[in-house]
């Protein structure tokens, strides 16, 4: 090629390259959330509803304060339809937990209310249903932990309102030498 053609056809690609970049693109990105594969390792959210009825949010919207005609109370953090499961895929309740619940906090003023009379052994009782059978029992627990070989066991007491039938102690946990490192009172208290 000879040097005139050579430096024309480098400055016809000089001076049309740069325009070449103006040119508009479209960038598309498609996500899937959730993953059709795999688990999240962590997820969070200010609020979740679960269910067919929450499913469009600006069918069934949340409260954003209180009384503006949100169907979901501003309050709630969680609302599910359906049951829920926690440690089991399959609950047969609004809420089934497999396993143990503790209520915790500052002070023990947590309680779990509205419950129904029980109607089977392992249902749980209220104290108005129990007060109301006219008699039944309880029992109290007062344990002291202790240093040496010697237990001194504090006095388990019942609550106003009922009386001790009998009490008994026993080591709760004892040490490698046979030494009791936390002793315990029982009292059977009645009505």
Known sequence: MSKPKFFLLS????????????????????????????????MRSQRIAIGETYF????????????????????ADLVVEGNMGIGTSDPAEKLEVA??????????????????????DQDVATKAYVDAAGGGYIVTTKCSATASSYCSYPSATCPTGWTTSTSWTYCQTMNSSGYCLSCCTQALCTK
Not at 13 to 41: D, K, M, N, Q, W
């Open 99 to 120: 396993g143990n619940i503790k209520l915790s906090g500052a002070t023990a003023t947590y309680k779990i209310t509205n419950v129904a009379n029980p109607t089977t």
């Open 11 to 42: 400055l016809i690609l000089t001076l049309t390259v740069p325009f070449l970049s103006l040119a508009e693109e479209t960038l598309t990105i498609t996500t899937y959330y959730p993953s059709p594969y795999g688990v999240y390792r962590e």
């Open 56 to 75: 469009d949010g600006a069918e069934v919207p949340w409260e954003e304060i209180n009384g503006d005609g949100g169907l979901i109370d501003y309050l």
